[in-house]
């Protein structure tokens, strides 16, 4: 059977991805990640809803950069080939070196940057580098993709992991409720073009050892942090990190719980999801991480 290469993933250009940043993006975006379904929610209405004073763009936009072109990771020629159900993603991590803006062009320059091996499978991590249209660094993502089933070639990788903030104390500070609606995955790939069909074939969901599609990890990080937007009615960032800890499915609940760090300009989170008619106790953690303010 054929291993990873590594020589030849690191390094691997993935592609140069554009997108303009105008109302009709940040508002898709936000009804993607369960924004306005109930349509009387004024709450809701400064993401949503372009002539609101207070109009803002959920700040984890800019994480669809990271999988716009999947296939082409497939392409790489370290990689042997593997079933795309056998790809999940394990965390995301933002840098923002200047305020999105509405009306920005944005440009993204994605390559593999590193592969480790984790024994059940190998872990890459793509870099988004994200320019302006006057060609200024506006920030970088980062993800963390678990390929399950390629691991053993004896890599452990070059790059140093993204350190993520502990909670000071284990009693969150705030939370807030925020469902997902059945249709969330199906939406959320048409304004992500995230469109593996893990997330909306239940046959393939089934080929990849899920009884039914999963919801998006990077839809989760858009819940959650649309939940801090929310509840802080802060949107100016410096760093957003995700860690995804297990799957969870549309039509369940979710409860994000905030916490306090050892820097004032942090606040760790942990999302739970769960089904409503059990109660959260029912529930597991499908996310943890932290926003970092400016």
Not at 29 to 41: F, H, I, K, R, W
């Amino acid at each position: 059977m054929a291993k990873v290469v590594p020589e030849l993933v690191r390094k691997y250009n993935i592609g140069t991805f554009k997108k303009l940043l105008d109302h009709k993006e940040a508002i898709m975006y936000a009804l993607s990640v369960g924004c306005n379904q109930d349509p009387m929610n004024k709450g809701d209405l400064k993401f949503t809803y372009e002539n609101n004073p207070d109009f803002q763009i959920i700040q984890s936009f800019p994480s669809q950069f990271s999988v716009l072109d999947l296939e082409m990771i497939r392409k790489c020629p370290g990689l042997p080939d593997y079933n795309p159900m056998a790809l999940l993603h394990g965390n995301q991590v933002i840098d923002f070196y200047s305020p999105l803006k509405i009306g920005q062009h944005l440009r993204s320059e994605n390559s593999i940057v590193d592969v480790a091996d984790k024994k059940s499978g190998a872990l890459i991590l793509v870099e988004s580098m994200l320019y302006d249209e006057a060609d200024t660094r506006v920030g970088r993502c980062r993800a963390n993709l678990f390929i399950r089933g390629l691991g053993g070639f004896g890599d452990k990788g070059q790059v140093e992991q993204d350190r993520f903030p502990k909670p000071s104390s284990d009693k969150p500070i705030d939370e807030i409720t925020l469902p997902i609606a059945p249709n969330q995955a199906h939406l959320y790939r048409i304004a992500s073009g995230d469109v593996n069909p893990l997330h909306v074939d239940p046959d393939q969901a089934k080929e990849g050892g899920f009884d039914q599609p999963i919801l998006h990890g990077l839809c989760t990080m858009g819940f959650s942090t649309r939940a801090y937007q929310t509840v802080f009615d802060h949107h100016s960032f410096s760093k957003i990190g995700t860690m995804f800890t297990a799957p969870t499915v549309p039509g369940m609940t979710l409860q994000v719980k905030f916490f306090d760090t050892e820097n004032q300009n942090q606040k760790c989170f942990e999302t739970i999801a769960y089904k409503a008619n059990e109660g959260i106790e029912s529930g597991n953690i499908i996310a943890k991480g932290f926003f970092e303010t400016s």
